[in-house]
């Protein structure tokens, strides 16, 4: 019986975890292994990419979690040519302890991939709920240390605080040009109502990312590899926003990670423009710039009268379009659609309230169709005036 008890004791214990290989594709191999944080040891999940590694991300989960539950994104990384560090770890308030830990080490002696390789000089740190207030910590750490030469972002997935340091963390952060962009989701209690996004928003930064709007969840990180109890207690992932998370932080981690600039996640690209015209997301703030008149002219008309304008709004890093009536006297309604004909029948905006003060707001590049319609009495001197915003 005693031998059986030593058997069990050393088949349990962590530094006897033997690799383990998950999962293996053409573009690299999921290992679990035991990772060493200053003796501390824990399970982790290493993700390594089949060719060169193009920087690091470590990759934390939230409160209650576990690596797997993050598995389809930690791939998504991988096959972008990052390798992924996913420990198993308690989270409860951000595990301040192990964030030292983990700074120190990550800084100046890294834990050895299970194939070999050196772990990358380059990293990203990426944390989902209270994840992502313990890698904030991990970086408010490495800053006030003197070692975030190497650091090149944080990618924060629906971030939490929950009374924890976050906005102490995001104040060390704000002076350095460390880049920090996140994901959010709809105010639950499950992120406990959007507590980060005031600290995010306080950031002296052009652009800190995005909250998606529609029928998100605080576990769209997890997507696929969610399950029913944390689906219940915090919604069901809708496929377009898993999908739309996973792009987004993956595009943003590997520019942090090469120096590119993936246009289509940012103010004036594509995917954004489209999350935000389609109201399935909007910018956590409005990055600075300047705004651009392009049309201003001030007219009246009769009665079910007509008046259309075209504007062309060029393909330059451009956020938000928006076309106003002000003024004058009667009553006028706006009407306006991008790359088509505009009418009563067929809008993309359209504001047909009493009086003559009307706003339309769109995004991005193209050719705006405007149309001004009198209603029963006509209407004059109203000014009609668009401008968008440019970054």
Same mark, same amino acid.
């Given at each position: ?81 990052? &390798?992924?560090? /996913?420990?198993? $770890? ?5 595990? #301040?302890?192990? %964030?030292?830990?983990?700074?120190? *080490? =990550? ?25 992502? &207030?313990?890698? /904030?910590?991990? $970086? ?5 240390? #003197?070692?975030? %030469?190497?650091?090149?972002?944080? *990618? =924060? ?41 005031? %600290? ?48 987004? %932080? ?142």
């Amino acid at each position: 019986m005693k031998t059986l008890y030593l058997i069990a004791l050393f088949l349990l214990a962590p530094w006897a975890s033997a690799q383990v290989v998950v999962l293996q594709t053409p573009s690299g191999t999921v290992i679990n292994d035991s990772v060493s944080f200053n003796g501390e040891i824990y399970n982790g999940d290493w993700y390594l990419p089949s060719g060169p590694a193009i920087g690091a991300v470590y990759l934390q989960h939230g409160f209650t979690r576990g690596g797997g539950n993050y598995r389809d994104l930690g791939v998504a990384l991988m096959n972008q040519g990052m &390798l992924v560090l /996913s420990i198993n $770890a308690p989270m409860s308030g951000g595990a #301040g302890d192990l %964030a030292v830990r983990v700074a120190d *080490v =990550l800084a100046s002696n890294p834990p050895s991939p299970p194939d070999g390789r050196p772990f990358p000089t380059s990293l990203v740190l990426s944390g989902h709920s209270a994840g992502g &207030l313990h890698v /904030s910590l991990i $970086a408010e750490r490495m800053v006030q240390t #003197g070692s975030a %030469a190497n650091l090149h972002g944080l *990618v =924060l997935l629906d971030p939490v605080n929950a009374f924890g340091p976050f906005g102490r963390a995001m104040d060390v952060l704000a002076p350095t040009a460390i880049p920090v962009r996140a994901i959010t989701a709809n105010g639950s209690l499950c992120n406990t109502f959007n507590d980060t996004q005031g %600290a995010l928003r306080n950031l002296p930064r052009q652009y800190v990312g995005i909250k998606l709007t529609d029928r998100s969840t605080h576990v769209d990180s997890e997507g696929n590899n969610s399950d029913l109890l944390a689906q219940i207690a915090c919604g069901f992932p809708a496929e377009r926003n898993i999908v739309a998370l996973r792009d987004f %932080a993956v595009a943003w981690a590997k520019d942090m990670l090469d120096g590119g600039y993936s246009a289509d996640f940012y103010p004036g690209g594509a995917r954004l423009n489209a999350l935000l015209n389609a109201e399935q997301a909007r910018l956590l703030k409005d990055a600075s710039g300047a705004w651009s008149t392009i049309l201003q002219e001030s007219f009246g008309g009769s009665s079910y009268s007509e008046k259309r304008y075209t504007i062309t709004v060029p393909a330059l890093a451009v956020g938000q379009v928006e076309i106003t009536t002000r003024g004058g006297s009667g009553n006028a309604d706006l009407y306006v659609r991008r790359d088509d004909g505009v009418s009563v029948w067929k809008y993309d905006c359209r504001d047909t309230g009493s009086g003559n003060n009307e706003t339309c707001q769109l995004y991005g590049p193209g050719t705006y169709q405007i149309m001004v319609r009198g209603k029963l009495f006509g209407y004059s001197g109203v000014t009609l005036k668009a401008r968008y915003f440019e970054y």
